[in-house]
């Protein structure tokens, strides 16, 4: 079980901004977080320059009242952690010019707070080595713990000691979608050897006894997203409705696990588990702590395709009816049966708040589907090194730390934007705007979104449609 951070009661409420909008967050958003509006009507912030906090700085962007949508005049190194006060936000990291950026640091919300309503695309979250602040048993790339409503698009996350993503004190209401976890750390020397993916849980579970108004955890969506080198946790989650979709796994042990006290339905379709060097594989490890049974949880299994050279090749449906399968692992303990599983059909979240359902693809297809578009853009050292040692099979766990993260990575200028509203002048001459009138980034356009959400949409858009790769590579 993950060790607690401190914990407290505290009523879930949604932002008075209008999570759950008539228009998805972005045209390709899907899961249960599909529908936030992040900082859609609000103000334009323009990050000017790469310091860690003053005026002009990301962390000065962020910490701006309302809601806000923040895009990037600069690219490149941010050094130090950043911490989102309040919700209602935007961050449009797909704006940053040529080099895209990093956050050499960890992106957090206040903890016991109900932070919500965020919309992160295009970042890259790579924190440094632990120590007095952040403890390896606290020490995460994100940690949302009691974030809500929250939809993380092509982010590159790595280098958490505990989680790569924490979702663990109740948040709900969230998708990570085409987003690359890879490297969090493992360093036996200095006794750093969590390196896990993603966590979510409800925490009054564990007590048997919770109550009107805590944090429910569950309503997250796991979709198209690539994990390398992590042991487990790609996830860990113990509270459904959760789905689990078109993911690729390499180099883990357990891929989907509970680790917590689990109840609820859960979906888990058409992913790809590779084993890897550094252990054996073990795709599903259906473990609940539950004080006993019944579990009050079912299982959806559908079309994922276990690559394990001299143990298992093949595509799993139901694993309590493959033979092979369950000679080759096991797979369920604690009071977990097979009457659990594939009863009903698939579980249809589609009447759920804020939900979209996402489009699968087949399995087989996944390495040439989503590599090429997965993260944030353009690729840095550390997602290159990662997509490199998956397709050659090849690699291990440990705390890989290149001297330079913005190694290949080459600064572009903006474009000018005579009225700072975050819109180049020629974008918006050739939408029917005016580039010297700094208010009409809220215009409605005909597709619904505002003028500013439309230009950041087709601009993270763009980015991956455009991607050009010579065998396999950027």
């Not at 974030?147 to 209401?173: K, P, Q, R, Y």
């Not at 579990?295 to 050279?309: F, H, K, M, R, S």
């Not at 600064?411 to 918006?428: C, N, Q, R």
């Amino acid at each position: 079980m993950k060790i607690p951070k401190p914990l407290m009661l505290i009523v879930l409420l949604l932002s008075t901004h209008g999570v759950w909008a008539q228009l998805k967050a972005f045209p390709e958003a899907a899961g249960f977080a599909a529908f936030v509006s992040g900082g859609r009507g609000g103000d334009v912030h323009i990050v000017t320059n790469l310091n860690d906090s003053g005026v002009g700085s990301l962390q000065w962007a962020v910490s701006q009242p309302g809601p806000r949508i923040v895009v990037f005049e600069v690219s490149g190194l941010i050094t130090g952690d950043l911490h989102i006060p309040h919700g209602d936000l935007t961050i449009a990291g797909q704006t940053a010019p040529g080099a895209g950026i990093t956050l050499a640091g960890h992106l957090y919300t206040t903890y016991n707070s109900d932070t919500g309503n965020i919309i992160i695309r295009h970042m890259r979250i790579r924190p440094p080595d632990p120590d007095s602040n952040w403890p390896a048993s606290q020490h995460d790339a994100i940690q949302f713990s009691t974030a809500n409503n929250v939809m993380l698009d092509h982010i590159d996350a790595s280098h958490g000691a505990d989680e790569t993503i924490d979702f663990w004190g109740g948040a709900a209401h969230i998708t990570i979608q085409h987003s690359h976890l890879s490297f969090p750390i493992y360093d036996t020397a200095n006794g750093w050897t969590h390196n896990k993916g993603v966590i979510n849980h409800r925490p009054c579970l564990d007590s048997g006894n919770c109550q009107p108004g805590d944090r429910t955890g569950g309503y997250i969506s796991i979709i198209n997203n690539l994990f390398t080198h992590a042991r487990n946790r790609t996830p860990a989650l113990s509270v459904g409705p959760a789905e689990v979709i078109n993911n690729i796994t390499y180099n883990g042990r357990e891929g989907f696990v509970h680790h917590n006290v689990a109840d609820g339905e859960f979906n888990i379709m058409g992913n790809h588990y590779i084993a890897g060097p550094s252990i054996n594989l073990s795709p599903f490890w259906f473990d609940p702590e539950n004080p006993s049974p019944p579990i009050p949880t079912a299982y959806w299994l559908q079309d994922n395709l276990v690559e394990d050279p001299g143990e298992y090749i093949g595509t799993v449906q139901n694993p309590w009816d493959d033979v092979a399968f369950g000679n080759a692992y096991t797979f369920a303990c604690c009071g977990i049966n097979a009457n659990q599983f594939n009863q009903t059909g698939v579980f249809d979240f589609s009447g759920e708040p804020g939900y979209a359902t996402p489009v699968m693809t087949s399995p087989d297809d996944l390495l040439n589907q989503l590599l090429p578009g997965i993260g944030a853009y353009p690729h840095d050292i550390v997602a290159r090194q990662s997509i490199q040692e998956l397709h050659q099979r090849s690699g291990s766990w440990r705390n890989y730390r290149p001297a330079d993260l913005m190694a290949g990575l080459t600064p572009g200028v903006s474009p000018l934007d005579s009225d700072d509203d975050g819109m180049p002048d020629t974008w918006e001459d050739d939408h029917g705007l005016n580039p010297q009138n700094g208010n009409d980034h809220s215009t409605i356009m005909p597709s619904g979104y505002t003028a500013i959400e439309e230009y950041i949409n087709g601009l993270a858009t763009q980015l991956t449609n455009d991607v050009i790769f010579v065998d396999g590579f950027e």
